[in-house]
């Protein structure tokens, strides 16, 4: 079993910034390749795939069981899917400010947590590069309360997920972190001054 992927894409100022601390899809598209033995040659997915989904996917293939706490699906990497538009995507960053990305088939909206930003909603079949913001739109502001009603149901299950298994609180913000743990990320590179 060989998998190719990558935990984040990059941005070079299409939005406003260079790197990779947005939740537009220069940063979370990236590629999954995955080839397994006896796998029938060029079977291509559509539909939205996170990295959560690798860990309990990859044990499944081995016939290893998957812990209770995963909280990805298992695919099964040989099926052809076609999309089916109902799984939303949820994808996070937190610095320098907090984002939140949730995409339903080809149409994504962001959230602005910590910040003025208001919501932004695409629909990306029309507008790839993300620079038609719809969101004051009727389409636009329907899918984004949708998306109110997923991001709520989803922190609910990681709330009681990390309560069950006793898991460490999530940070919301770079801000949160500790004195010792920022400058064990500064150390790395992965915060600058």
């Not at 060029?42 to 044990?59: F, T, W, Y």
């Not at 913001?133 to 009727?138: D, P, V």
């Not at 009681?160 to 940070?171: E, I, N, V």
């Not at 801000?175 to 743990?181: A, N, V």
Request: contains cysteine.
């Amino acid at each position: 079993l060989v998998v190719i992927t990558s935990d984040h894409g990059e941005e070079f100022w299409e939005h406003g910034q260079y790197g990779h601390h947005q939740v537009y899809d220069h940063t979370l598209h990236v590629p999954l390749l995955v080839r397994t033995p006896g796998q029938v040659e060029g079977v291509r997915r559509s539909e939205n795939v996170e990295l959560i989904d690798l860990m309990p996917s990859l044990l499944s293939f081995a016939g290893l069981s998957i812990p209770p706490s995963a909280m990805g699906r298992t695919l099964n990497f040989g099926e052809s899917i076609q999309e089916g538009g109902t799984h939303h995507a949820i994808a996070e960053t937190n610095w320098p400010e907090a984002q939140i990305g949730i995409r339903q088939g080809d149409v994504k909206a962001m959230l602005f947590p910590d910040s003025n930003r208001q919501p932004e909603v695409y629909f990306l079949a029309e507008d790839a590069e993300e620079f038609q913001n719809l969101s004051g739109q009727a389409k636009g502001k329907y899918f984004l309360n949708q998306t109110m009603n997923v991001l709520q149901s989803w922190e609910t299950l990681c709330k009681k997920t990390r309560t069950l298994y006793q898991l460490s609180p999530a940070l919301r913000n770079i801000r949160q972190l500790s004195p010792e743990r920022l400058a064990e990320l500064r150390g790395l590179g992965y915060v600058s001054e």
